[in-house]
């Protein structure tokens, strides 16, 4: 069991939030068929159309949170030869690997909790529909980013399903947070650019409607760190030896430039652009 991350006060009860889940989801699925479960879809959609839009059958494709989804099998059953179901339940994936029948052992099953895991590989495609909702601890949303940043490569996209603004405030008896496209774009940050979004309504299997948000975000390139040469001839910086600062010479105003795009060093993040300094035109 990892231990608690010391600047984040909030993994101190994360242990015990995780055994709760397992516990939960667990008793969930072993009390329960499909056709009594709220999120059963008979296609899964818009997953399969969007996992086919902006993933090519060779690209690694994971399932977060798939539970017993017939997503992964129609995929391999399509031509993806690489697809990953990770779930925290692992009576839920045996009754989607039960279901998958011969195309089973085509899939790569993986029981954990996504909140937990130093690592879960490379892929092309990460997928979540009606997980990242029930993350209503701002540790575990940051943990899940974290991994999703470190998995997903550049270029690949991230599709989250959550519950819209006017969808459910529970769910399989749990709190759950509702968000729009916006909303995931900010818990996801600057590593996701977000390319889709739609609002899906979908009909439980007991016939109630409920609102979705399907947000897709593209993991953004990374750029190389930006730093301006030295000049070979320049001295070494004189403030790191505690010398008073030398006062700048005064620009003139045809003078000015561009100031230096400040780049995210850790990242490589790509800098907001900077409207150009419009220059005053020449006097004749
Ligand atoms: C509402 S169900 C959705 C299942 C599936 N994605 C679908 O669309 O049919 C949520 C799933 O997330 C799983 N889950 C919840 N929290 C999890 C966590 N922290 N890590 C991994 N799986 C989790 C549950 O076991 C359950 O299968």
């Known amino acids: 069991m990892s231990r608690p991350h010391p600047r984040d006060p909030g993994t101190s009860t994360a242990p015990v939030r995780r055994r709760a889940r397992l516990q939960h989801w667990e008793s969930v699925y072993r009390e329960n068929a499909d056709a009594e479960l709220g999120w059963t879809q008979a296609r899964p959609e818009p997953s399969l159309s969007l996992v086919r839009r902006f993933a090519a059958p060779t690209d690694r494709v994971l399932d977060v949170g798939g539970g017993s989804s017939s997503l992964a099998r129609r995929l391999v059953d399509e031509g993806y030869d690489a697809v990953t179901v990770l779930d925290v339940s692992a009576t839920a994936l045996e009754r989607g690997r039960a279901a998958a029948g011969a195309s089973a052992d085509r899939i790569r099953w993986r029981v954990g909790d996504i909140t937990d895991q130093a690592g879960v590989g490379a892929f092309e495609l990460w997928h979540d529909r009606a997980l990242f909702h029930f993350l209503t601890q701002a540790d575990e949303r940051r943990r899940y980013v974290a991994l999703a940043r470190r998995a997903v490569r550049p270029r690949g996209h991230l599709i989250l399903a959550a519950f819209a603004p006017d969808g459910p405030e529970r769910c399989s008896g749990l709190p759950v947070l509702r968000y729009d496209a916006g909303a995931l774009a900010r818990e996801l940050g600057s590593a996701f650019r977000l390319v889709d979004e739609r609002r899906v309504t979908h009909r439980t299997p007991g016939g109630v409607d409920q609102r979705f948000v399907f947000a897709v975000f593209e993991r953004v390139r990374l750029t190389p760190v930006a730093r301006p040469a030295r000049r070979r001839d320049a001295p070494r910086s004189s403030r790191s030896r505690g010398a008073p600062r030398a006062p700048l ?30 220059r005053r035109p020449k006097r004749p």
């Open 249 to 278: 010479p005064r620009r003139r105003r045809t003078d000015r430039r561009e100031p230096t795009p400040r780049v995210t060093a850790a990242l490589g993040e790509t800098p907001r652009a900077r409207p150009a300094t419009r």
